[in-house]
């Protein structure tokens, strides 16, 4: 049997799959986000020491971690963390304004790059003689073994270390002018080492670990998340740099390294949590039964936190079109095909010639969601009965590790959607796709205090 330890954004999750790739036992912890967007990196490590437990008491010897990315503190040798953990949601102080337009550098030195804040984590700690910094997976697997590394999912998101040869980019670190200690960038399938008696085998950034668990790792077949965020990866077989997005590393095995891009949304699921706690619907599981796309006019950017692509950090979230007759429906419905046609957004953006979308996260449950998203992106959508991606990417891995499994294969049962035309959602995408380009006007609006 494999565990699989997931710590999310809002909860953290312990999975137990057969070898077969059968999910026998779960158990998920809330750990919310503050409102600044960091989180405890003590109350985190205790969560993962409690999951190693319980994989200890079920007879579990292998086990595999994946983490939200993105994300990165502060902690002494001793393991005493020293900073909170800034999360992809919190945003740093610093900015770098003229860096964050260069083709080269705009990604790297943008609001929402790891990089800044690591840069403000090294002027908090300027007086702290044996504090490391770096990511949250380093830190964890740092707690548990002793040994300072960091995944190349992981280490390559940080802005410090290029996608392409996993160095160090010199001219960051000169612009920066940080001076830390680098941990060893190790595969995610590596012996990261026993604890308690259980043996941590993979460790793998929680979007990349959702790509290999579609099985979305080579140019053909993308994958889309819809949870907290919406995360839109396309595998391209090699290193590239296109239309704004984010050069990713999905995965790195036996010096082979499995390429893509990504572009995503800080808040989708957070939208519709939003929604709820508005009262704009009471039930979460009966979504679909609010959603109408007969009669939908609202333009919906669903940017709570900004977007990344296209690179308008300034933007917010917005509803266009309000009328006397709007009703929640209309504002649900809006909000689907915001989200549906981002995939479609992201996928033109790639240049890359996708025939299949493979989706996953608790959004993916909704049917009139998923449909839409298929009449959008003009290819069949697939969706696996089974929607924690990352936890089954996990298992994967760990089943490559003891080699009874391989690269590419994916557990569970899977179903298929294809564009069928039957809400008449590519029309909507139409009218989305024209009032997104005429964004970029509306910046002073959304600057103004």
Same mark, same amino acid.
Request: aromatic residues 10%; proline residues 4%.
């Given at each position: 049997?494999? $565990? ?14 057969t070898?077969?790739g ?30 190693v437990?319980?994989? +200890?008491?079920r ?18 040798? =001793? ?13 740093? +102080?610093?900015r770098?304004?003229?860096? !964050? ?7 790297? @030195? ?15 700690t ?5 504090c490391l ?32 040869? @996993? ?16 941990p060893?960038i %190790? ?6 080492? =026993? ?18 668990g579609? $099985? ?10 819809? $949870?907290?965020?919406?995360f ?6 090699e290193?590239? /740099? ?10 790195k095995y036996?010096?082979?390294?499995y ?11 957070l939208?519709?949590?939003k ?8 039930? @979460? ?5 609010? %959603?109408?796309?007969?009669?939908? =006019?609202?333009? %919906? ?27 929640? /429906? ?11 046609s ?5 996928? =033109?953006?790639?240049?890359?010639? %996708? ?9 993916? +449950? ?37 080699g !009874? ?6 557990? $569970?049962?899977e179903e ?29 609006? @959304?600057?103004?205090?």
């Amino acid at each position: 049997m494999y $565990g699989v330890i997931d710590i999310g954004s809002t909860r953290s999750k312990f999975f137990i799959y057969t070898r077969e790739g059968e999910q026998v036992y779960s158990e998920r912890v809330t750990i919310p986000v503050r409102e600044d967007g960091t989180h405890d990196g003590e109350v985190i490590y205790r969560v993962v020491k409690h999951f190693v437990a319980k994989a +200890r008491e079920r007879g579990v010897k292998l086990i595999g971690l994946s983490t939200y990315r993105a994300s990165v503190l502060a902690w002494r040798r =001793d393991g005493t963390p020293v900073t909170p953990v800034l999360t992809w949601l919190y945003r740093p +102080r610093l900015r770098y304004g003229l860096l !964050s337009k260069l083709p080269s550098l705009g990604v790297v @030195f943008s609001p929402i790059s790891p990089l800044l804040k690591i840069i403000e984590l090294y002027k908090m700690t300027q007086n702290c003689r044996d504090c490391l910094i770096w990511t949250l997976e380093s830190y964890l697997i740092y707690r548990l073994t002793g040994k300072f590394v960091s995944d190349a999912t992981n280490a390559t998101m940080t802005g410090i270390i290029h996608p392409k040869n @996993f160095k160090l980019i010199p001219l960051v670190e000169t612009i920066s002018g940080i001076e830390i200690e680098l941990p060893e960038i %190790v595969e995610n399938i590596w012996e990261y080492g =026993d604890v308690d008696g259980v043996s941590l085998r993979v460790v793998i950034a929680d979007q990349q670990a959702a790509a290999v668990g579609e $099985g979305a790792v080579r140019a053909g077949v993308a994958k889309a998340t819809f $949870g907290t965020g919406l995360f839109v990866d396309v595998p391209t077989g090699e290193y590239k /740099r296109v239309g704004g997005l984010i050069p990713l590393v999905i995965l790195k095995y036996k010096r082979t390294v499995y390429r893509g891009v990504e572009g995503y949304l800080p808040a989708a699921g957070l939208v519709f949590e939003k929604m709820r706690e508005w009262g704009i619907f009471e039930d @979460f599981n009966k979504l679909d039964e609010y %959603v109408d796309f007969a009669n939908v =006019d609202l333009f %919906v950017l669903p940017a709570l936190a900004g977007l990344q692509v296209p690179p308008f950090y300034w933007a917010r979230g917005a509803i266009i079109g309000l009328t006397p007759y709007t009703d929640r /429906r209309e504002i649900i419905s809006a909000h689907v095909v915001a989200l549906a046609s981002f995939v479609k957004y992201v996928l =033109d953006r790639s240049g890359e010639n %996708v025939h299949e979308v493979k989706i996953n996260g608790g959004l993916s +449950r909704f049917d009139k969601l998923v449909q839409c998203l298929s009449e959008i992106v003009g290819v069949k959508v697939t969706r696996n009965r089974d929607f924690e991606g990352t936890a089954r990417g996990v298992a994967v891995l760990l089943s490559v590790y003891e080699g !009874s499994g391989k690269i590419g294969d994916v557990y $569970g049962v899977e179903e298929e959607f294809q564009p069928l035309n039957r809400y008449n959602c590519a029309r909507l995408y139409s009218r989305w796709s024209k009032k997104m380009r005429r964004l970029r006007s509306l910046k002073k609006l @959304f600057q103004e205090g």
